[in-house]
């Protein structure tokens, strides 16, 4: 049995996932391992220098806000005689929770993943992968986090006639969204044109928000002062999607590409929950939405997934290119993924238990939970 590990480090919440290959009479077979396990995205040391992750002590401060690499002022901490920067602190939180999910250091035979925004430029991607490795993970592989979610997607639903699918990546910080090629014969990079990022969209501007609404919407709740009603927020988180919608036609346009072009949208993010979010992109793009059920953990399982196959194809991944970064001489190492693997029938196939018709889309939900938004004709 091979195994495979994936690592989502979130602004907000850190997710690893573990997957399983078992090789049996019908070939491999690839599935979840349990559940993957969250933690809150912040460090504490005691006095030993040990790291613990996602503690919030009574007496004392934990170092969080740390995981966006590109921000300016980014958080960093002295243990001891070391100085850690960003990337270091990203690196144990990883570190830790592998250990703390398989319960010892990774041997031999068991894949590991790491996820990075997408947005990365290539020298802040080699000081990621640099801190890695000197935590010991020289082993693990930094994937862009849409290229794990359409992973999970293949894996899922598979195999994906070749196309294009939009990643509408939702999470407490922002939104991020991308263009990337799925199915057969995509390349070596499948993200086409430019991700694109922002900040006004996502859990945190939605909650301030609401938060000024509420303020100003006082004398119409009809119970407590300053709450707002059900109707209310489902009615802000539509306008509030509705307007994010600026962020996709511009990412097409980049890419030179149209709706008509994109055969399906992905939703992930711990803040693409509410189901106003997969309705209203159905609605507008007219794409089949897939959504899981808890959207945060996608790129994780996605990156388990890649990890898992990376496992089963211990030379394949051992082979790594050198590449130069512009004049300045700075370098760094690409693993290739193998997103475009085929994945057996059986997991390909889905029985649709339940459909639900909210205004001009469908809402199905298959039998592994998933729920999938098409548009209606």
Known sequence: ??????????????????????????????????????????????????????????????????????????????????????????????????????????????????????????????????????????????????????????????PLMPGLALVYDLGGSGLTVTLVRVGAGCPVNPIVGEPLRSKVFGGRAFGALMARRAHWSADDTPTLVGVLSDAKITELRTAHIRKSLGLVYECLRIADVTMADVDRVLVVGGAARPPEVAGVLGDTLARPVFVAPDPERTVADGAAILACRSAAKPVAVAHRRVVRVGGSGLRRRLTRAAVTTAVAAAGALFAATAVANEGSSSVIIDASGVCIVAPSH
């Open 1 to 158: 049995m091979t195994v495979g590990l994936g690592v989502s480090i979130g602004t907000v919440n850190t997710v690893c996932a573990v997957a399983t290959r078992d090789e049996g009479r019908h070939g491999p077979h690839r599935r979840a391992a349990g559940p993957p396990n969250t933690w809150r995205t912040t460090l504490t040391f005691d006095s030993t220098g040990t790291a613990r992750v996602g503690r919030i002590p009574r007496h004392g401060r934990a170092i969080a806000e740390f995981a966006d690499l590109t921000q300016r002022g980014a958080p960093t901490a002295r243990v001891g005689h070391r100085a850690l920067s960003a990337s270091d602190l990203v690196a144990t939180v990883a570190d830790s929770v592998i250990r703390q999910t398989i319960g010892a250091k990774p041997e031999a035979g068991v894949g590991i993943t790491i996820t990075h925004p997408v947005a990365y430029p290539p020298e802040v991607v080699a000081d990621l992968r640099h801190a890695l490795d000197a935590v010991g993970l020289e082993q693990a592989r930094l994937v862009a986090e849409p290229i794990a979610a359409t992973a999970w997607l293949e894996a899922q639903y598979g």
